[in-house]
């Protein structure tokens, strides 16, 4: 049997080599990437705008309790933009916020707080 003597399957070795992505090379013995588990937190909260009013529920799946507020910026330059009461949603609760402007709505936004 004749060994090769051109270099092209050493290149090609050593281009795949490289090639590889950072994950895949730093893979351990049992070929497992050992990553911390992203934090679950944050209630799935959904709004409409009917008009110049707003509704919004959040649910929160996970088990910290998620401080959710409900946010309007409304479209008139003189009407008056709100910023709800923060609400505790616990484990497993649905919540429903409310609010409105004179006139219509330009956006409206939740923001979340994890309680301590």
């Known amino acids: 049997m004749r060994l090769s003597r051109s270099p092209a399957p050493l290149t090609v070795a050593l281009a795949l080599v490289l090639a590889l992505p950072y994950d895949a090379s730093s893979l351990t013995r049992a070929g497992s990437v050992h990553r911390p588990a992203p934090e679950l937190f944050g ?9 110049s009013h707003v509704v919004a529920y959040c649910h929160n799946p996970y088990v910290d309790t998620d401080r959710v507020r409900l946010h309007i910026e409304c479209a008139q330059w003189w009407d008056i933009d709100t910023d709800g009461s923060p609400v505790d949603t616990g484990p497993a609760m649905t919540v429903r916020l409310t609010g409105r402007c004179w006139q ?4 409206v936004w939740i923001s ?3 309680t301590d």
């Open 43 to 51: 209630a799935a909260c959904r709004s409409s705008v009917r008009g």
């Open 104 to 107: 219509d709505v330009r956006s």
């Open 112 to 114: 979340h707080q994890k």
